[in-house]
């Protein structure tokens, strides 16, 4: 444990006592944000990210020593283990090593050494292999002549002697790693089109290499995707002669003439036959590995600041599904989230019912007073956005309209969950009632979907599916107990996120609160089924309610903290009827060069000290309310209407490796390339923008053919 304590403290650049006192408190059962919310003062204040890297190199290396113990004892039952050879597989870093160590003492399937083997024909593979042989070889293989055994000549013994040195040299973990390195320092990725005629997304992979050290993690994944779609061939190209000068080298001491040539004739088969594509495969593999880590990476980092947008409170809206033939389907969403009314209008192709489709969203908008509408940025988004931004400009309420995502709202329309929610909406409403509802609460209404199918990253379906959504699960986990959730209105989806609350206990939860009584105190969560203490500890903190009879029910303030919390009240001149009634706006002032002593003087930790007042300061406070807002609009743009030069406002959709996606308020979405993001090097795109972002950005290239537009915030970024 030690070794993994030390060496998880080196990766993360923390203490080893931090790292030890997490992983005791994640072997207790405790989840990653209740450690990293209401812990602070056992790990020493680490956050959410480090902590949930910690957890998984935890895992890693659990797996890892696990594995070594193993191989270990599966070799020693061989009677082949020797000190040196246990002590390579103890300082194994990574699996492969371990792995390739193992190689030569793992059962294999029949294969031609092993045929050789059962022929007799080893020792004479050892006497080519001492180089020390200075007889007449062949006259020596005819000892090894025995037709019971299938060896008829000379020349069977001696290939036979041959396959079982290849196989020696092949399952050799230091031949292995020396040739991994060489190829991964000097090796290139080479792409060429499967048919040079045909025209495809993978153009600029048709005549393509890099070095294998500096390709991209982007353009492995999209050389990847092009081999699958059988667009591309590809390979990797490298010095062979040199790898198998190296073999030779170190597998053959000593000059000798009798037995070297055929020595070398086995490393050149083994190099050939067994090492080539087995070593080629691994390093590619690797690749991908790297490439679908970075990818996973950017998804999550995408989909934080998605969930985090700020929701529109108290807005009536009108969610807007677009579409040609179908039509565009209409829901109506009340201020509260609840869904009202429906209706579908026909005003694009082929039917285009202007006039209708534009006097139902006027009596819609008027009968139900509708303070905003949300269209799907998807099919005959910009044609239904013109007929709403015409409608707007026809009528005197001052209504807004905004561009949403429809990304997963399909996925979800069919799901079981909106069955169950909507159990007698058509399944093509309940992509409007989906869309309508991301624009109040984008992080109540997207959990509701796989997080994969949410429209932002890259590859997402290219990669690794279980870490893909480890890491998404992680990522919703986190924003969910970040804002903290209303426990009288979350549903079963929103609940499941929370920390210690299992799907099952989720819905025993709803259960409760349908068929006997809102929640009144947060400890009545105990009579829930199945959600016993250690599910409260955990969950407890992170949900809400407004209007509990205990004010601190409604913030983040634990209940393992009440009692701590009102005798700081008390010593600060409050009480609860002040956070029930916002009155500790200066509570911040009040405790300022103060928290030593109160620390001490109610023997509570700083940096939780810290963390109650700030909850106190603002009960019942979304931190999104921090986030941006959408950009909301009245008229429409074309494509027609840009113009190079041109300054324009847009909201980032999706950051990428190469750049960045800009919603301008045209069909598509202009790029911001990482060369265009600012005036200063850009390394990772993510450190300039993140997505919600609304940025300023200038029109530098127009591609009227295929409707893209390239864009520059040099200068430009707010």
Not at 321 to 342: H, M, N, Q, W
Not at 399 to 426: C, M, Q
Not at 476 to 505: F, H, P
Request: aromatic share 6%; proline share 3%; charged share 30%.
């Amino acid at each position: 444990m030690k070794f993994i304590i030390d060496k998880i403290a080196a990766e993360l650049k923390i203490k080893p006592i931090q790292v030890q006192k997490t992983i005791e408190m994640i072997d207790e059962g405790n989840t990653i944000p209740f450690i990293a919310r209401y812990r602070k003062e056992v790990h020493g204040g680490l956050d959410d990210e480090i902590l949930r890297n910690l957890d998984e190199r935890l895992k890693y290396l659990r797996n890892l020593e696990s594995r070594k113990e193993e191989v270990i004892r599966l070799i020693d039952e061989q009677g082949k283990l020797t000190e040196e050879l246990m002590n390579e597989i103890k300082s194994a870093e990574v699996l492969q090593r371990v792995e390739d160590l193992y190689r030569p003492y793992k059962q294999k399937k029949s294969t031609r050494a092993s045929k050789a083997k059962e022929r007799g024909l080893e020792p004479l593979a050892v006497l080519i292999m001492s180089s020390l042989f200075t007889g007449n070889i062949e006259k020596e293989a005819e000892k090894f002549i025995d037709e019971e055994k299938d060896v008829l000549t000379v020349e069977n013994a001696l290939d036979g002697a041959k396959d079982i040195i290849a196989e020696h040299v092949s399952d050799n973990a230091n031949h292995r790693a020396w040739i991994k390195k060489f190829i991964n320092q000097n090796g290139k990725i080479i792409s060429e089109a499967v048919n040079k005629e045909e025209k495809t997304v993978y153009d600029m992979y048709y005549e393509y290499d890099e070095s294998v050290k500096t390709i991209a993690n982007h353009r492995v994944l999209a050389i990847n995707r092009g081999e699958k779609e059988g667009a591309l061939k590809v390979k990797l190209s490298y010095d062979e002669n040199r790898v198998v000068k190296y073999i030779i080298k170190s597998e053959i001491t000593n000059d000798n003439d009798v037995t070297n040539s055929l020595y070398i004739e086995a490393v050149e088969d083994a190099f050939k036959r067994l090492i080539s594509t087995s070593v080629e495969r691994e390093i590619r593999s690797n690749l991908t590995e790297v490439a679908e880590e970075d990818a996973i990476k950017v998804f999550g980092k995408n989909t934080k600041p998605l969930l985090m947008h700020s929701p529109i409170k108290g807005a009536k809206v009108l969610g807007i599904d677009p579409s040609f033939r179908t039509g565009c389907k209409l829901a109506v969403i009340d201020e509260f989230g609840k869904f009202i009314d429906y209706a579908t209008i026909y005003p694009n192709q082929p039917q285009n019912e202007i006039e209708k489709s534009k006097k139902v969203i006027k009596e819609i908008i008027n009968k139900y007073d509708i303070d905003l509408i949300a269209i799907g940025n998807g099919t005959a988004s910009r044609e239904t956005e013109s007929l709403v931004a015409n409608i707007l400009s026809e009528i005197e309420k001052d209504v807004s309209y905004a561009i949403v995502s429809e990304a997963g709202a399909s996925v979800y329309s069919a799901s079981k969950l909106a069955t169950e929610e909507f159990p007698d909406i058509n399944v093509s409403i309940r992509g409007a009632i989906s869309i309508g509802r991301r624009l109040q609460d984008p992080l109540a209404e997207l959990v509701k979907i796989d997080p994969k199918s949410i429209g932002v990253g890259q590859y997402q379906h290219d990669v690794n599916q279980k870490k893909l959504e480890e890491s998404l699960t992680n990522v919703v986990e986190d924003c969910v107990n970040t804002v903290g959730i209303d426990l009288n209105t979350a549903s079963v989806s929103l609940l499941s996120y929370v920390s210690g609350i299992s799907g099952s206990i989720a819905k025993n939860i709803v259960d409760y609160r349908e068929n006997t009584k809102n929640f009144g105190l947060r400890k009545e969560l105990l009579k829930v089924k199945r959600l016993g203490n250690k599910a409260y500890e955990q969950c407890a903190g992170f949900l809400r309610i407004p209007e509990s009879k205990n004010p601190l029910d409604n913030t983040g303030v634990h209940p393992e903290s009440y009692e701590t919390t009102e005798r700081l009240l008390n010593e600060l001149g409050y009480d609860l009827s002040d956070v029930k009634n916002h009155n500790l706006n200066d509570i911040v002032e009040k405790t300022e060069g103060r928290y030593k002593e109160l620390s001490d003087k109610l023997e509570v930790g700083i940096l939780t000290l810290k963390d109650i007042v700030k909850e106190l300061q603002k009960p019942g406070r979304d931190p999104r309310e921090d986030m941006p807002k959408p950009v909301f609009r009245k008229d429409v743009m074309k494509f027609e209407d840009l113009n190079e030069g041109m300054i324009l406002t847009g909201t980032v959709r999706n950051v990428v490796n190469f750049g960045a996606f800009v919603d301008i308020g045209v069909k598509n979405d202009g790029l911001v390339h990482i060369s265009e993001l600012s005036d200063n090097f850009v390394k990772n795109p993510m450190d300039i923008v993140k997505v919600g972002d609304i940025v300023t950005v200038k029109i530098i290239k127009i591609d009227m053919d295929r409707h893209k537009v390239s864009l520059s915030m040099k200068g430009q970024l707010k």
